[in-house]
């Protein structure tokens, strides 16, 4: 069992820069593959990006290549999304997903998730 919780999510102007944390209960976080999807109001959850349970291998949605970064520290329980050059359209509540096995861009394959943290990008 993995319990995720999100954090710093809010309200920033275009152009700028967040960084979520998503924290995860349980002793085995470093076996598990990672992810970061976003839901915006009247849209499908989509695939953000994910990371091996390693750390070794990324995996990024081309709409956020080259601007955001995803991460994690197995010693801390803990994978990061670094997000820079934000625009409007990145606006959403963004999720952190856990998984056994190889890292996915489906969230349908992920076991555990976390609650959501708010992204607001205002132009």
């Known amino acids: 069992q993995v319990q995720l919780v999100e954090s710093g999510g809010g309200l920033v102007q275009a152009g700028g820069s967040l960084r979520l944390s998503c924290a995860a209960s349980?002793?085995?976080?470093?076996?598990?593959?990672m992810g970061w999807f976003r839901q915006a109001p009247g849209k499908e959850r989509e695939f953000v990006a994910a990371i091996s349970w390693s750390g070794s291998t990324t995996y990024y949605a081309d709409s956020v290549k080259g601007r955001f970064t995803i991460s994690r520290d197995n010693a801390k329980n803990t994978v990061y999304l670094q997000m820079n050059s934000l625009n409007p359209e990145d606006t959403a509540v963004y999720y952190c997903a856990a998984r056994s096995g190889a890292y996915s861009s489906y969230w349908g394959l992920y076991h555990y998730w976390g609650q959501g943290t708010q992204v607001t990008v205002s132009s």
């Open positions: 349980g002793r085995t976080f470093s076996s598990y593959a």
